[in-house]
């Protein structure tokens, strides 16, 4: 019964390479969130969307680009991954219209680019 | 630019002991302060705070906006080992979904 679900959990992979990371909410919160965590643990906002809807995209490589097929799914791909992209990468989701602002925040995705 | 600053950055206290956490904000279009604790994994809510003066609790865990001094502390009293995490506050824009986190406070409570 997992509110929001990412995987995988770990993710290693070479320079270069393309992949994808994929979050799934059970919720019904209708705005999906990806934070990138760097090593000092500091939340960094990605992207965010809204009922499919991209409305937050904040200054990430175009490499990254995420997709949202319906309000309950929000992937993240990325393509040439650089070693800099290691992190772990949490996605979230609200429901801001009910006034509780609060994120329910999946486990991560620990990805290391070697 | 919108920015969240938490102090101390690390911590290192005995059981028992209180805590105080803090967290200031610069961030046009202030909407509300949110706290959160983060073990290993994921982050988990803790408050959400929209009006000054205001405190919220919950259990040994309590928490106090200050819209003057754009300032939050969190109080955590009888500290347990299990306290030990890091915890993060956000503050979230108004019209916006956007959250400015800060750096986080490393707590650390020893047996």
Same mark, same amino acid.
């Given at each position: ?114 | ?22 967290? /200031? ?20 809510? &803790? ?14 865990? /309590? /928490? ?7 300032? /939050? ?36 409570? &020893?047996?």
């Amino acid at each position: 019964d997992t509110a929001v679900s990412q995987t995988p959990k770990y993710l290693v992979t070479q320079m270069g390479n393309d992949k994808s990371i994929k979050c799934e909410q059970n919720l019904g919160h209708d705005t999906m969130y990806w934070y990138k965590q760097d090593s000092k643990k500091f939340l960094k906002i990605m992207f965010s969307y809204n009922n499919k809807e991209l409305i937050i995209n904040e200054t990430v490589p175009n490499r990254f680009s995420p997709k949202s097929p319906d309000k309950a799914h929000l992937n993240l791909h990325i393509n040439s991954l650089e070693l800099g992209d290691s992190a772990v990468y949490f996605c979230a989701s609200s429901f801001p219209g009910t006034g509780t602002d609060g994120y329910t925040f999946g486990s991560g995705t620990r990805l290391t680019v070697v | 630019e919108d920015k969240v600053v938490q102090s101390p950055l690390s911590l290192v206290v005995h059981e028992g002991d209180t805590v105080t956490l803090n967290c /200031s904000y610069e961030v046009t279009n202030f909407r509300s302060l949110l706290w959160y604790k983060q073990e290993k994994k994921a982050p988990t809510f &803790l408050f959400m705070l929209t009006s000054s003066g205001i405190e919220k609790k919950s259990g040994r865990l /309590s /928490s106090i906006l200050d819209k003057k001094e754009l300032s /939050s502390i969190l109080n955590i009293t009888a500290t347990q080992t299990g306290d030990s995490a890091i915890y993060l506050c956000a503050a979230r824009l108004s019209g916006t979904y956007k959250y400015i986190f800060g750096t986080g406070t490393r707590l650390k409570v &020893l047996a």
